[in-house]
T-cell receptor
Framework: NAGVMQNPRHLVRRRGQEARLRCSPM?????VYWYRQLPEEGLKFMVY????????ESGMPKERFSAEFPKEGPSILRIQQVVRGDSAAYFC???????????????FGPGTRLTVL | GDSVTQMEGPVTLSEEACLTI???????????LFWYVQYPGEGLQLLLK?????DKGSNKGFEATYRKETTSFHLEKGSVQVSDSAVYFC???????????????FGKGTKLSVKP
C-alpha cells in the first residue's frame, strides 16, 4: 500500500505566479489535511477536506489560497500570486474514514518545499 | 485556544546518553497527545501516542506518559543512537475542535543530534 504521495517535492516560483501542490492520499483514505511549516517552526493546520467537501478551513489565509479534493484525482492546494512569505514546506496528511473512534491516525506525505524568488 | 509548548533545541547528545524532551499543552477538553519524528528531507512519522490520562505511549525505545495533572507529555529514551537524530514534534488533537475531526496542533519542534 503506497503511502501519501505529494508532488512536486520542490517547487520554485517567482512573485506573482501561481503554485499548485498535489496530494494523493493513501488508498482507502477519504480525509485529507494540509499543513504549512515555516522555517524553524512547527506545522500549522490549514484545511481539512473530505471528498468534494471542505470541512474546516479555519487555518487558511483569507486571500490567494484555496483547496479542493475532487471526487476523482488528488487534492490540490492552490496559491495564487505567490509572495516571498509563502515560502515554506507544505505537508499533506490523510486518514481513513471516520468510524467514530476517538482518533484516526494521520499519515503524512513527504511534503512540497515551495520557494518564492 | 489550544497550544503545545516544547523545549527548544537543538539538543546534542552522545550515543547511549539519556534523552528527555519536555512538552506541555493547553487544551479546553481532553485531547489525544502525540510525538512525531521528522528525519531530514522527509515527512512526519507518528512515533507514539496516548489518548487518555495516565496512558503511556511507547515505540522504538521511546516513551511518553500523558500527565493530566501537569498537562505534560515528556518524551524519554534511556539510550539514544546516532540514528535517532531528527526533529521531534509534540502535538495534540481534540476531536470536534471547530467542527473538525482531529486536526493536529504542533509544538515548534526540537532538533536532536546524536554524536557517535
Amino acid at each position: 500500500n503506497a503511502g501519501v504521495m505529494q508532488n512536486p517535492r520542490h517547487l520554485v516560483r517567482r512573485r506573482g505566479q501561481e503554485a499548485r501542490l498535489r496530494c494523493s492520499p493513501m488508498k482507502g483514505h477519504s480525509h485529507v489535511y494540509w499543513y504549512r511549516q515555516l522555517p524553524e517552526e512547527g506545522l500549522k493546520f490549514m484545511v481539512y477536506l473530505q471528498k468534494e467537501n471542505i470541512i474546516d478551513e479555519s487555518g487558511m489565509p483569507k486571500e490567494r489560497f484555496s483547496a479542493e479534493f475532487p471526487k476523482e484525482g488528488p487534492s490540490i492546494l492552490r496559491i495564487q500570486q505567490v509572495v516571498r512569505g509563502d515560502s515554506a514546506a507544505y505537508f499533506c496528511a490523510s486518514s481513513p474514514r471516520d468510524r467514530g473512534s476517538s482518533y484516526n491516525e494521520q499519515f503524512f506525505g513527504p511534503g512540497t518545499r515551495l520557494t518564492v524568488l | 485556544g489550544d497550544s503545545v509548548t516544547q523545549m527548544e533545541g537543538p539538543v546534542t547528545l552522545s550515543e547511549e546518553a539519556c534523552l528527555t524532551i519536555n512538552c506541555t499543552y493547553t487544551a479546553t477538553g481532553y485531547p489525544s497527545l502525540f510525538w512525531y519524528v521528522q528525519y531530514p528531507g522527509e515527512g512526519l512519522q507518528l512515533l507514539l501516542k496516548a489518548t487518555k490520562a495516565d496512558d503511556k505511549g511507547s515505540n522504538k525505545g521511546f516513551e511518553a506518559t500523558y500527565r493530566k495533572e501537569t498537562t505534560s507529555f515528556h518524551l524519554e529514551k534511556g539510550s539514544v543512537q546516532v540514528s535517532d537524530s531528527a526533529v521531534y514534534f509534540c502535538a495534540l488533537s481534540e476531536r470536534g475542535s471547530r467542527g473538525s475531526q482531529g486536526n493536529l496542533i504542533f509544538g515548534k519542534g526540537t532538533k536532536l543530534s546524536v554524536k557517535p
